[in-house]
């Protein structure tokens, strides 16, 4: 098995317990979902980048956080609007 594979398996199996978790206390959140999701990314990216070699499978997984960080940001403006609204 290689990393690619590796972190496939691992962001998989992150996404499996946040949502075994989230439904065994019976509280679904889409904000808490997608901050966990983008967590788990971000630490598996953390773990394949290499010091001078970077594959090109991870130059997809920058823009992959790129949106996952624009996705919260637009979550996180829409909870603020309701608050204000």
Known sequence: ????QGA????MLWLAII???M???QRFDLMTF???V?????????????QYVQP????YLDYLIVVG?????????????EFHG
């Open 1 to 4: 098995m290689n990393k690619k």
């Open 8 to 11: 496939a398996i691992a962001l």
């Open 19 to 21: 949502l075994v978790f």
């Open 23 to 25: 439904l065994l206390v």
């Open 34 to 36: 997608i901050v966990l």
């Open 38 to 50: 983008l967590i788990g990314v971000l630490v598996i990216t953390q773990l394949l980048k290499q």
């Open 56 to 59: 090109g499978y991870l130059r």
């Open 69 to 81: 960080f624009v996705i919260f940001g637009a979550l996180v403006l829409k909870k603020i609007l």
